[in-house]
């Protein structure tokens, strides 16, 4: 069973820190996603990587930045952590092969900035 | 650029009665489509793929090209399919050299059933 861990389930930050979300999955996919939910939005894709070091900006970059090490690992950074990045942090794999299964999502990170 | 409506923020139904989740997209390629469900306190999760044509738990989704719809479907709800559900789209693109650029989402519908 391909499994999505995500380090924390409740984050609170003041405003104006640094903060890292970390995601790791343990089946080898090469597409890793940050996605946040918020109510009435839906899921907005934040980042994505396709590889080792490689990444994409989402429709919502703005504020934040990622890293991607190693395949298994995809970290979330908000350099500067602000009230309206409040939200839950989903992060998700997939495989390019099964692209067609869908993704496996991280059960999710909620965060709070005050 | 790719877009999922689904029009009903809530819906609510009783037990026994028909449910259709609606979904409309707007994508100029060949879509992947998704239904995904998000249980009170539990992760996002796969429901349903349209290539697959499968049935899961009772629901099923038909994509209709013509109407650009993947309308999510279950003849008598149960009690446990109250959730969020959401529609996705995956538009698979080469620039990034045959990566994906991630699914869109939809807003999602909340689906209440009650006894």
């Known amino acids: 069973d391909v499994k999505v861990t995500q380090s924390s389930r409740y984050l609170v930050k003041r405003t104006g820190e640094k903060v890292f979300l970390e995601c790791v999955q343990d089946m080898d996919h090469e597409n890793m996603f940050w996605y946040r939910q918020d109510p009435g939005l839906g899921l907005r894709l934040i980042y994505f990587s396709y590889d080792v070091k490689m990444k994409e900006k989402g429709d919502i970059p703005e504020g934040y930045s990622v890293s991607r090490e190693k395949k298994e690992r995809f970290s979330l950074i908000l350099e500067s952590a602000s009230t309206n990045q409040t939200s839950m942090y989903l992060c998700a794999s997939g495989s390019w092969e099964q692209l067609n299964y869908g993704y496996t999502f991280g059960s999710g990170t909620r965060l709070t900035v005050v | 650029a790719q877009r999922v409506t689904q029009p009903e923020k809530l819906l609510s139904v009783f037990k026994g009665a028909p449910v259709e989740l609606k979904c409309n997209y707007s994508y100029s390629g060949s879509p992947e489509l998704f239904w995904y469900v998000q249980y009170s306190r539990q992760r996002l999760q796969l429901l349903l793929r349209?290539?697959s044509r499968e049935s899961i738990k009772g629901f099923t989704a038909d994509l209709n090209k013509g109407e650009t719809s993947f309308h999510l479907k279950k003849p008598f709800a149960q009690e446990e399919d109250s959730a969020m559900y959401y529609c996705?789209?995956?538009?698979?693109?080469?620039?990034?050299?045959?990566?994906?650029?991630?699914?869109?989402f939809g807003k999602g519908t909340h689906l209440i059933i009650q006894p």
């Open positions: 349209h290539i």
């Open positions: 996705a789209l995956s538009a698979i693109s080469g620039y990034s050299g045959g990566g994906a650029d991630g699914l869109t």
